[in-house]
């Protein structure tokens, strides 16, 4: 599948990634679904998968097909979430401060994890990928100034979330400049960034300003840019403001349709491959 312009493929990360030219990407900036946290009711969908290790495997094939499609010079800037052990429950409670965290169904406790425990996802697949030879370069701390509230009393309430950033090749393309901090200095690890909600999209969405400094500093104008799990499009929405070109692989016939009603400053395809 040639790149010409702006798209959309409505189709699962891993067969879209396999029909992308070899080299063909600048810049990926994605946020994968989290493991046990969301059922978006889908065949194929990643992060309902049984086991722990079966979701870090599925997402190191991904992104060893990604690593393929991207550029020699390019960089991979990967958002991912953590969770807790559900103590083997079948099913999660509605928080009472965050109705939409209930689950009908949830993962049993991994081997050699406790009740109660962190999950530790974020490192184990931030290592998975260094195993496979992605260079891992900077692990970035998201803080969430109004992060929601947790019906929590025995630990604190977790307020962040890591943004890893990954490169292809020793040497890569990163623009400091274009990302400098407003007193001149080199931008630092921690970026304070609000969540922000889209309108019709019940999920958990990328907010444009956690966006821009990866791809201003790792993309140039016209390049384009990529994100395997494009859910709302904001990754396209802050790739078009900035004249960067986009393509976006989601699985959700409804979320392409959100996605692809923002996005339109810019000309794109919507992308449906034959099953």
């Given at each position: ?76 800037w990967l958002n991912i979430g953590d ?73 604190p309430t977790r307020s962040h979330e ?94 392409v349709a959100l996605a692809s009603s ?14």
């Open positions: 599948m040639a790149l010409e312009g702006s798209a959309i493929i409505q189709a699962d990360a891993l067969s879209a990634l396999r029909q992308l030219p070899d080299s063909s990407v600048q810049c990926i900036v994605t946020s994968p679904p989290y493991w046990g946290l969301r059922d978006y009711n889908i065949p194929g969908q990643i992060g309902h998968e049984p086991t722990l290790p079966a979701f870090i495997e599925r997402l190191r094939a991904v992104f060893a097909e990604a690593r393929r499609v991207l550029r020699d010079d390019g960089v991979l969770g807790y052990t559900s103590g083997n429950r079948g099913w999660r409670a509605p928080d009472k401060k965050n109705r939409a965290r209930a689950m009908e169904t949830r993962p049993a406790t991994p081997a050699g994890l406790k009740p109660k425990d962190l999950l530790g996802i974020p490192w184990r697949l931030a290592f998975a990928l260094q195993d496979d030879g992605w260079y891992l370069r900077a692990d970035i701390i998201w803080n969430k100034p109004n992060a929601m509230p947790e019906s929590v009393q025995d630990r890591y943004m890893f950033m990954f490169s292809k090749s020793e040497a890569y393309y990163y623009d400091r400049v274009a990302v400098r901090e407003q007193n001149g200095r080199n931008r630092r690890t921690v970026w304070d960034v609000n969540t922000q909600g889209v309108a019709g999209a019940h999920f958990a969405t990328f907010p444009p300003l956690l966006v821009r400094p990866c791809l201003l500093s790792s993309s140039r104008p016209a390049d384009f840019v990529l994100d395997p799990f494009f859910g709302s499009g904001t990754v396209g929405v802050v790739a078009e403001g900035l004249g960067r070109r986009y393509v976006g692989i989601e699985l959700n016939p409804d979320y923002r996005l339109t400053t810019d000309a794109h395809t919507v992308i449906r491959p034959a099953a």
